[in-house]
Structures are given as structure tokens and as C-alpha cells.
T-cell receptor
Framework: KQEVTQIPAALSVPEGENLVLNCSFT??????LQWFRQDPGKGLTSLLL???SQREQTSGRLNASLDKSSGRSTLYIAASQPGDSATYLC???????????WGAGTKLIIKP | EPEVTQTPSHQVTQMGQEVILRCVPI?????FYWYRQILGQKVEFLVS????????KSEIFDDQFSVERPDGSNFTLKIRSTKLEDSAMYFC????????????FGPGTRLTVL
């Protein structure tokens, strides 16, 4: 059974720092992996999607990498800003399913 | 930019009542999903729907739940005889294809069962 884990559960850093959020999954048989952002009480905003054949994806200050064989993905945020404060979730799409399986998220606080 | 919409944003109901949560997926998308997130817990998959039938469902999606696409635009989740533990945020999502596309999520409906 696929399990997704995100470390750390919470992270607080000063504005301007570069940071890395981690996601690991137990079964490497995946179609893709998505990173989402969730603001308190709000919906899920897709940030990046990495197909199983890809190694990384970039969007602005965000870069996500995927190492399928080791069951790991990282989300790199460059030059963090207070507006980046949110919970970041990763989710994997197993090969055999339509669903996404989710991690518990990393709550990120960027201090001005 | 096209987006998934959900109504209502907040639904309060009494235990034992039936509720219908509504979603309008992105217009050209073919695959539709419902997820839920109980406060403080992980997002959980409920069901996926394609070509007017359920393509996959989780253990959570028992006989209490049903989904329907009553017309060309709406996708609904019905919860019969609601229980306190059904209180959660319910998210609808849609994709164009099953395997490779981003799942786009609506803003969610917060269901409170009293």
C-alpha cells in the first residue's frame, strides 16, 4: 500500500532564504507526483506536476525534483517571501489507480 | 483561466440528514474526483468518475455516498444519513486525461454535521 510522508511537518524561516521541502513515497510505481499549496481554510492549488519519466519541473521560484527509484521528491523554493507561507502538500498518482495519495503536508512560515 | 467551482462553500446539517454537494468541473475535462479532508488530517480520496460511471472508489465511499453527473456541467456528491464524522472539507477535482494531467481542484465545501 502506497504511503506518502512529508518532512518536516513544519518549518519557519526568515524571508529571503532558500528552502527545501521533502516528500517520500513507499512504492515507486507511480504515474506522476504533484505538489500543491493549501492556505488556511482554503482549497488546493496545484504548483507543479512531475511525470514519472521526468526528473524535475520548474515554475518561477519553485523547482520540484523526482527520484522515482528512491521514492523521493523535493520542492525547492528560492528567495522565500512572506506570501509563500502556506501548507505544502505532495501527492502521488499510483500506476494502477486514478486517485491521488497524499502526504500530511509541511506547514511553512516565512518570517518578514 | 478555467477553474473548478463548488457550491455551497459551507453547509451545516443535522445528523441523519441528506446533503448534496455540487461541483462544476472544467468544461472540457473528462475525469472527475471527490476527496475529503477532515480537520487536521490528510486529504483522502473518495471516488473517481468517468464516462458516467464510477471508475474507482475508496473504502470510505460506502453505500452512504453516491455521485452523479446529472447534466453536462454538474458533478454531485450525495451523502445520505450524515454522521458527525462526515464533517470535513470536501474537494472536487477534474482532469482532461486519467494518467498524465494535473488534477485541478475546486475551493471546497466545508460540511459541518451537528
Amino acid at each position: 500500500k502506497q504511503e506518502v510522508t512529508q518532512i518536516p511537518a513544519a518549518l519557519s524561516v526568515p524571508e529571503g532564504e532558500n528552502l527545501v521541502l521533502n516528500c517520500s513515497f513507499t512504492d515507486s510505481a507511480i504515474y506522476n507526483l504533484q505538489w500543491f499549496r493549501q492556505d488556511p481554510g482554503k482549497g488546493l492549488t496545484s504548483l507543479l506536476l512531475i511525470q514519472s519519466s521526468q526528473r524535475e519541473q520548474t515554475s518561477g521560484r519553485l523547482n520540484a525534483s523526482l527520484d522515482k527509484s528512491s521514492g523521493r521528491s523535493t520542492l525547492y523554493i528560492a528567495a522565500s517571501q512572506p506570501g509563500d507561507s502556506a501548507t505544502y502538500l505532495c501527492a502521488v498518482r499510483p500506476n494502477s489507480n486514478y486517485q491521488l495519495i497524499w502526504g500530511a503536508g509541511t506547514k511553512l512560515i516565512i518570517k518578514p | 483561466e478555467p477553474e473548478v467551482t463548488q457550491t455551497p462553500s459551507h453547509q451545516v446539517t443535522q445528523m441523519g440528514q441528506e446533503v448534496i454537494l455540487r461541483c462544476v468541473p472544467i468544461s472540457n475535462h473528462l475525469y472527475f474526483y471527490w476527496y475529503r479532508q477532515i480537520l487536521g488530517q490528510k486529504v483522502e480520496f473518495l471516488v473517481s468518475f468517468y464516462n458516467n460511471e464510477i471508475s474507482e472508489k475508496s473504502e470510505i465511499f460506502d453505500d452512504q455516498f453516491s455521485v452523479e453527473r446529472p447534466d453536462g456541467s454538474n458533478f454531485t456528491l450525495k451523502i445520505r444519513s450524515t454522521k458527525l464524522e462526515d464533517s470535513a472539507m470536501y474537494f472536487c477535482a477534474s482532469t482532461l486525461t486519467a494518467s498524465t494531467d494535473t488534477q485541478y481542484f475546486g475551493p471546497g465545501t466545508r460540511l459541518t454535521v451537528l
